[in-house]
């Protein structure tokens, strides 16, 4: 099993360029997360998924969409990217709600 | 929404016990508290969660306080790969994961 994987692992975008990170899990997990860590920070909750076809909104949800069509993919879009959105970017899933989170590697993104 | 309070730095020698406290003062009765760690800038990676019982794994102990109110991670015999940032996470649903800055620890050789 892979797990959690990121794609891709780094990015340079320049403001207002538009750009969409994916997310896959082989492990049939329900719950699927987006989080962001800025330098020194701790993750913020960006949007999450409690299974295929639904969406919902984390802590910090402004500037970001998500789509979970398929059942193990994740996507989080940035449609008009601000130099603010520079940060680490992190996926995660769950089998449910209450269980423990499997973090993928990150990526990088870089917005001048 | 139960947050948590957490020391922002600690050292510990190798091969020593690592405690980490947390404190979780507005827990309520079907929050779970749960531990990660986060190495450099690789994901988080899981390690221990409890609900009022202490808990052990191949990894940590998990002391939790009677009243719930606080817990400490215990890293029996630490070692220079346990250096890390610890997250200690009190969690409802989805919509209340808050990871806040967690405690970096250092293990001194």
């Known amino acids: 099993n892979a797990g959690v994987t990121q794609t891709p692992k780094f990015r340079v975008l320049k403001t207002g360029q538009s750009m969409t990170l994916l997310c896959a899990q082989d492990?049939?997990?329900?719950?699927m997360y987006w989080y962001r860590q800025d330098p020194g920070m701790g993750l913020r909750l960006i949007h999450y998924s409690v299974g295929e076809g639904t969406t919902a909104k984390g802590e910090v949800p402004d500037g970001y969409n998500v789509s979970r069509l398929k059942k193990q993919n994740f996507l989080l879009g940035l449609e008009s990217a601000a130099p603010s959105q520079t940060s680490v970017y992190f996926c995660?899933?769950?089998?449910?709600?209450?269980?423990?989170?499997?973090f993928g590697p990150g990526t990088r993104l870089l917005v001048l | 929404d139960a947050k948590t309070t957490q020391p922002t730095s600690m050292d510990c020698a190798e091969g020593r016990a690592a405690n980490l406290p947390c404190n979780h003062s507005?827990?309520?009765?079907?929050?779970?508290v749960y531990w990660y760690r986060q190495i450099h800038s690789q994901g988080p990676q899981y390690i221990i969660h409890?609900?009022?019982n202490n808990e052990t794994n191949e990894m940590a102990s998990l002391i939790i306080t009677e009243d719930r109110k606080s817990s400490t991670l215990i890293l029996p015999h630490a070692t220079l790969r346990d250096t890390a940032v610890y997250y200690c996470i009190v969690l409802t649903g989805a919509n209340n994961l808050f990871f806040g800055t967690g405690t970096r620890l250092t293990v001194i050789p």
């Open positions: 492990m049939n997990h329900e719950y």
């Open positions: 995660a899933s769950s089998p449910w709600v209450l269980e423990t989170q499997y």
């Open positions: 507005t827990i309520s009765g079907n929050e779970y």
């Open positions: 409890g609900l009022k």
